[in-house]
T-cell receptor, first 113, second 113 residues
Framework: DGGITQSPKYLFRKEGQNVTLSCEQNLNHDAMYWYRQDPGQGLRLIYY???????QKGDIAEGYSVSREKKESFPLTVTSAQKNPTAFYLC????????????FGPGTRLTVL | RKEVEQDPGPFNVPEGATVAFNCTYSNSASQSFFWYRQDCRKEPKLLMSVYSSGNEDGRFTAQLNRASQYISLLIRDSKLSDSATYLCVVKKINPGGSYIPTFGRGTSLIVHP
């Protein structure tokens, strides 16, 4: 079955450590996105990528980094520069950065202790 | 003014009731519109796209009013399983030529027996 996978589902890290969240899709989608969701808040865009080896900052990119070396994969690194990293992180993809809808992975819940 | 605004609720309704949510958007250049459903601690899932002519999917009806810049979602004959948060999503073209979605904070629906 085609879909988007994110791992791990829950992640705990100590303050000051970098951590990388995985996102893989086998939908053959060109565009991929990372969002952050805090309790009672909507989704906020961190980074997005339209094609391999290209990505753009979203609304809250500070303290995060991404790479897009393969079409299927779009890992997100939460660096120690991110002031409040504890959140629910969602990866999504769509056929193109177009008018079509997005499909989401199950999310990674990151807690920084 | 936020780009996409929703009443957070919660809307607390009995089974069988009809309930309607509105979502307003500020950018008249917005071009595509969606409703997503998000269950607690899960990823958002597409409920339906919203077209100018209005569209219906079983008990769900979505409408778009471009003149007043809002979209609506009507749920008839509410079921307990409809309890969730409903996210409004609006897409517009960015200066760079890509279509980026903006999410509302969501409206919480609780259907009780």
């Amino acid at each position: 079955d085609g879909g988007i996978t994110q791992s791990p589902k829950y992640l705990f890290r100590k303050e000051g450590q970098n951590v990388t969240l995985s996102c893989e899709q086998n939908l053959n989608h060109d565009a991929m996105y990372w969002y952050r969701q805090d309790p009672g808040q909507g989704l906020r865009l961190i980074y997005y990528s339209q094609i391999v080896n290209d990505f753009q900052k979203g609304d809250i990119a500070e303290g995060y980094s991404v790479s897009r070396e393969k079409k299927e994969s779009f890992p997100l690194t939460v660096t120690s520069a991110q002031k409040n990293p504890t959140a629910f992180y969602l990866c999504a993809s769509s056929p193109w950065v177009s008018l079509k809808e997005q499909f989401f992975g199950p999310g990674t819940r990151l807690t920084v202790l | 003014r936020k780009e996409v605004e929703q009443d957070p609720g919660p809307f607390n309704v009995p089974e069988g009731a009809t309930v309607a949510f509105n979502c307003t958007y500020s950018n008249s250049a917005s071009q595509s519109f969606f409703w997503y459903r998000q269950d607690c601690r899960k990823e958002p899932k597409l409920l339906m796209s919203v077209y100018s002519s209005g569209n219906e999917d079983g008990r769900f009806t979505a409408q778009l009013n471009r003149a007043s810049q809002y979209i609506s979602l009507l749920i008839r004959d509410s079921k307990l399983s409809d309890s969730a948060t409903y996210l409004c999503v609006v897409k517009k073209i960015n200066p760079g030529g890509s279509y980026i979605p903006t999410f509302g904070r969501g409206t919480s629906l609780i259907v009780h027996p």
